[in-house]
């Protein structure tokens, strides 16, 4: 079935390093949607991308989709403790799903 | 304010009896999700519904169940047939029913703990 792989599970990074989290689908997408969730929270939408080779900004937040709409990326510039928490990418399913990436938890080393 | 509630946001119960979770909205959202999350781990779809009257079963939805009387609520039934049902459970809706992809608002979530 339908699947969307997210990379890496953890990545840990020091405060003020970038940070980047990668999906990809093994079908093509019609869009794709990013979501962040703070520890003991719940997942909060950030973005949605829906043409290819879409780049849209939210301040450090880089977010691209990939040119054949099966991948997609979120690049933060310089962490900050606020970016602490899981980020997931959600790719559209049969019957108005959502399917999920695994989530890629962002860690910053004290 | 507008919003999902989920309740309560801890609950404890022992092996064998079921327990049902509240979910309520005031978005006047038509679509409703359930998900559960395990810790580290992702989300993964119990129960989702279109439409009031109306339920279709996610990837894990055994020993679970649910009902769709009101377009406001979708409460989730944890039945002592699910094997192992500690976990945090997530609501969610999301608008433009059943022809669009729009992005989905979450409740703050029940971590169910049994003992």
């Known amino acids: 079935g339908q699947q969307v792989m997210q990379i890496p599970q953890y990545q840990h990074v020091q405060e003020g390093e970038d940070f980047t989290t990668y999906c990809n689908s093994s079908t093509t997408l019609s869009n794709i949607q990013w979501y962040k969730q703070r520890p003991g929270g719940h997942p909060v939408f950030l973005i949605q991308?829906?043409?290819s080779g879409e780049v849209k900004k939210q301040k450090r937040l880089t977010f691209q989709f990939g040119e054949a709409k099966k991948n997609s990326s979120l690049h933060i510039t310089a962490t900050q403790t606020t970016d602490v928490g899981t980020y997931f990418c959600a790719g559209p399913g049969s019957n108005y799903q959502l399917i999920w990436g695994a989530g890629t938890k962002l860690i910053i080393k004290p | 304010d507008g919003g999902i509630t989920q309740s309560p946001k801890y609950l404890f119960r022992k092996e064998g009896q079921n327990v049902t979770l509240s979910c309520e909205q005031n978005l006047n959202h038509d679509a409703m999700y359930w998900y559960r999350q395990d810790p580290g781990q992702g989300l993964r779809l119990i129960y989702y519904?279109?439409?009031?009257?109306?339920?279709q079963k996610g990837d894990i939805a055994e020993g679970y169940s649910v009902s769709r009387e009101k377009k406001e609520s979708f409460p989730l039934t944890v039945t002592s047939a699910q094997k192992n049902p500690t976990a945090f459970y997530l609501c969610a809706s999301r608008p433009g029913g059943g022809g669009s992809y729009n992005e989905q608002f979450f409740g703050p979530g029940t971590r169910l703990t049994v003992l």
């Open positions: 991308l829906v043409k």
């Open positions: 519904s279109q439409i009031v009257n109306d339920f």
